[in-house]
């Protein structure tokens, strides 16, 4: 329940233990790199030949069959779309196995149309194809190799302007080289038939000298020219059987993908180290608590020749990365903590403070237990049959969660599917609203409360105890005091308190005027100060205001239930149609209410914590602690040790 200790690493290993120090360590995940901000004798920057261009290439290339195989398999559609929820999970190693066992360049040739060996055949000659542009249908594949080429010598001087017009056009297939030291180039053109008089008047004004394939020799590759696209041609015609082909190797094409993302994670990270000619120095963070596991994996992937130094990380640095350590319930909140900001290093971490309280607001806000309990049966469902993406199980389990209070409340007002169901209410929100609106308030009180009280405790954490009295408890006197005057304008209740609030309130607002002030320098500023800070009482009352969207939209959503219900109950007399209609009606109404008032109560319970919550106590601005391993698209790599 708190943030994870972290040491700061420098470890200096052998150049040729490199890439299986970083294979090792992306097994391991729990490590980060970071940019080495100082010099060392001898080191300079990591250089990287390695080609991120061709990797991009083959994850598109990849990603593009993967696409097309999601129509391959008709019978099975509806079992596609869960499944596209779920991913695989398997460790780094047996990654590494899959895709070493089944080669990629095998796979994809399945499905290539145009490979390097059909490139090589054309002695030299750069190509120029529309398939690079948009994919051509098999009529205009048709269409262009029934058209007789064009042939011709253009001068050189004329060559770039003449390959910008042609360039122009998205359905031409040519091809040009260089000619006696480069004095003109051989174009072959294979024009649409929509593009044909084009390409006569482009070749004409640049000066072409007409010659046959046989008076240059070129009639094998005006040839094989037309066979390249008759075979793209064949293969398109055939793409469902190819296709169904490539589909037997899906997994593995999916293993490829993930292994060349992470390859060029490790290659990107190598950028930010130093090294010699032998000697290569990596620095960055670890768990401070995994310090020996750390060493060992080192010691194994480099045979015990390295040198490692590890030290605490500064407290009050804010270049620590965080990660956040929790239990399971609060681990489901920390999402809500990272959409606001991860905690500095010197923080606490906020997550298991405002769970219970997120969970208790959004609850109060849906409040019907026939939504909680779809909510929890679904959700325990998904989490318990499918293999989810970190961050969609993180946000499943808040579902699960939060859908506990949200059937407790609507056993409290009453309200199940709206009250299809009859239930009696403890309280009934409809008609005393005024006491649900009371509650909340208070609610809210007991909210800025308990965050006012973390701030005290983060005073005597840091040895700033007289803050405790300056900066908390005389705002608690204050707030109490006036929290008790304010309810003599609607009830008698607490009369009896009077003069004690008074004193409270009194006592409270001197201190806040006389120690919130104290970094200015003068008396005048520190008075000042004191009654600026004073001031910000307005805004403690509106925060708790702020807290009648408890009531609120715990209101508008009972509502636009019953008022579906009562849609359904208007047709429920036509007979057949009647009762197919009440069942749509009932379906997507409720369907609606529930998402729509679900993501309202998502978004306020939020806000409620940011601005009301945060603000008294939370700072935040660190940066996040990342695994060494991409995020998963299709399998999720397991932590290894």
């Known amino acids: ?228 696209l008759q075979t793209i041609l064949d293969k398109r015609e055939n793409e469902q059987e190819l296709l169904s082909q490539v589909s037997l190797y899906t997994e593995i094409l999916q293993a490829h993908y993930e292994a060349l993302r992470n390859e060029a994670l490790r290659e990107q990270e190598k950028l930010k180290f130093m090294c010699t000619e032998h000697v290569t120095c990596l620095t960055g963070w670890i768990e401070t608590d995994e310090e020996e596991t750390f060493r060992a994996i080192i010691d194994e992937a480099t045979q015990s020749a390295y040198d490692l130094e590890c030290t605490p990380a500064p407290v009050h640095s804010r270049e620590v990365p965080i990660k956040l350590r929790n239990k399971r319930f609060a681990r489901a909140f920390e999402p809500i903590t990272n959409m606001y900001s991860q905690p500095q290093y010197n923080e606490l971490d906020p997550t298991p403070i405002f769970a219970p309280f997120y969970a208790f607001f959004f609850g109060m806000m849906l409040a019907d237990a026939g939504y909680g309990i779809v909510m929890a049966i679904t959700m325990f469902f998904v989490l318990k049959k499918v293999t989810l993406k970190p961050s969609t199980e993180d946000m499943v389990r808040l579902l699960l969660y939060v859908s506990v209070p949200t059937i407790f409340w609507g056993l409290i007002y009453g309200s199940f599917f709206g009250g299809l169901v009859p239930l009696t209410p403890i309280i009934d929100i409809n008609n005393d609203y005024n006491r649900v609106l009371i509650m909340a308030l208070m609610f809210g009180v007991v909210h800025l409360f308990v965050g006012l009280g973390v701030k005290g405790y983060i005073y005597y954490r840091d040895y700033k105890k007289r803050y405790i009295l300056y900066d908390v408890i005389f705002w608690y006197l204050t707030l109490v005091g006036v929290g008790v005057l304010v309810t003599q304008l609607f009830t008698d209740a607490l009369v009896q308190y009077q003069d004690p609030a008074k004193i409270a309130m009194i006592v409270g607002m001197v201190g806040i005027v006389l120690t919130n002030g104290r970094n200015a320098k003068s008396i005048g500023g520190k008075a000042a100060g004191g009654l600026y800070s004073l001031y910000g009482l307005t805004n403690y009352l509106g925060d708790v205001v702020s807290y009648s969207r408890l009531m609120a939209l715990g209101l508008a959503g009972a509502s636009i239930g019953v008022a579906f219900n009562m849609m359904v109950d208007m047709v429920s007399g036509m007979g057949v149609i009647g009762v197919i209609a009440g069942v749509i009606i009932f379906v997507i109404g409720h369907t609606f209410n529930l998402l729509i008032s679900g993501l309202s109560s998502y978004v306020h319970s939020a806000r409620l914590t940011y601005v009301e919550f945060f603000g008294k106590f939370f700072i935040g601005g660190g940066k996040p602690f990342k695994n060494f391993v991409a995020d998963p698209t299709y399998i999720k790599l397991e932590k290894e040790l």
């Open 1 to 228: 329940m708190a943030i994870v200790k972290m040491s700061e690493y420098k470890l200096f290993i052998k150049n040729s233990d490199v890439d299986s120090v970083m294979k090792r360590f992306q097994g391991y995940q729990s490590v980060m790199f970071s940019e080495f901000d100082g010099s060392i004798d001898g080191f300079s920057r990591y250089e990287s030949t390695y080609n991120f261009e061709a990797n991009s290439e083959k994850q598109e290339h990849i990603q593009t069959i993967l696409k097309k195989l999601k129509n391959i398999d008709k019978k099975n559609k509806k079992k596609a779309r869960f499944n596209q929820l779920g991913i695989q999970a398997m460790d780094f190693s047996e990654l590494e196995t899959l895709t070493l066992e089944h080669s990629l360049d095998g796979i994809t040739d399945l499905f290539l149309e145009f490979n390097e060996q059909d490139k090589r055949a054309f002695k030299q000659f750069t190509h120029h194809s529309p398939l690079r542009k948009r994919r051509l249908s098999s009529g205009e594949i048709k269409d262009l190799i029934e058209q007789k080429p064009i042939i011709g010598n253009v001068p050189a001087e004329n060559v770039n302007e003449m390959l910008h017009e042609l360039e122009r056009l998205d359905s031409i297939y040519f091809m040009h080289k260089f000619e006696k030291n480069d004095q003109y180039a051989v174009f072959i053109i294979l024009p649409s038939s929509e593009h044909y008089e084009t390409v006569k008047i482009i070749a004409d004004k640049y000066d072409i000298e007409y010659r046959s394939s046989a008076s240059l020799h070129i009639q094998d590759i005006v040839t094989k020219m037309k066979i390249t």
